[in-house]
């Protein structure tokens, strides 16, 4: 919940902007919020950039005041939506329940959804990770369908790394998106289905240390937060990611 629609729009301008002088190989989406939504999808359009949105509800329309549902954020050009963040989990108490349900919603509506998973402080420090991690997987992503399996996008962020300004080793998260992630997704889908998913890793990265995580085996990109507000920040990141 940061810029106001003509920072948010501005920053967007100056992403994509930068965007240009990107390999192609790697990808670029922003993130902004419901507000600044409309305008940032018709400045993306036809560049290299995408859009998406930072949630969506588990229902495809109805009495439901207040929320937005993933047919409305797909007629305006949005192409992804992040599900189940921490801070949905902490503050709105979202479920692995709900995570699931909004994930099959935002598929249905031909969105990509970014699935969240992680543990907190106290669940890391008493050794609880992969209870934690693996049961995320199996509960908020079960029930997908065939043809949806290998588009998943999911983000490991521990909770102990989000705006504290600590960060797993790159070694570590590599192991529990490897062994927690992959591994209970090829048990719900099948080892290819687990291999073609896109695994990434947020939790204070930086330009100073993105290179760390992007150099591991089972990390295929950054989920960013506070360093995603600067372009030059941002892009220090995702040149990181073309290296």
Request: charged residues 20%.
């Amino acid at each position: 919940m940061n810029t106001l629609p003509s920072e948010g729009l501005a920053l967007a301008k100056d992403v994509i902007a930068k965007s240009a002088e990107v390999s192609s190989g790697v990808e670029l989406v922003v993130i902004p919020p419901f507000t600044h939504l409309n305008e940032v999808t018709k400045l993306a359009s036809g560049t290299r950039v995408a859009v998406g949105a930072q949630n969506c509800a588990r229902w495809q329309s109805g009495a439901y005041t207040g929320e937005v549902s993933a047919a409305m954020l797909g007629a305006m050009g949005v192409e992804y939506v992040i599900i189940g963040h921490s801070e949905r989990r902490t503050y709105f108490y979202e479920t692995d329940e709900t995570v699931n349900k909004k994930t099959l919603a935002a598929l249905a509506a031909g969105l990509t959804p970014i699935v969240c998973v992680g543990e907190t402080l106290d669940e890391n420090q008493s050794g609880r990770t992969k209870e934690v991690v693996s049961r995320q997987v199996r509960e908020g992503l079960k029930g997908i369908p065939e043809m949806y399996v290998e588009k998943i996008v999911i983000a490991y962020e521990p909770v102990w790394a989000i705006g504290t300004g600590l960060a797993a080793t790159g070694k570590d998260a590599n192991r529990v998106i490897a062994e927690d992630i992959r591994k209970p997704y090829a048990d719900l889908y099948g080892e290819k289905a687990a291999q073609s998913i896109r695994v990434l890793y947020g939790g204070s990265v930086k330009g100073n240390n993105a290179a760390e995580f992007f150099g591991q085996p089972d990390i295929d990109g950054a989920l960013v937060g506070g360093a995603s507000l600067k372009a030059p920040d941002f892009m220090e990141i995702v040149n990181a990611a073309v290296k």
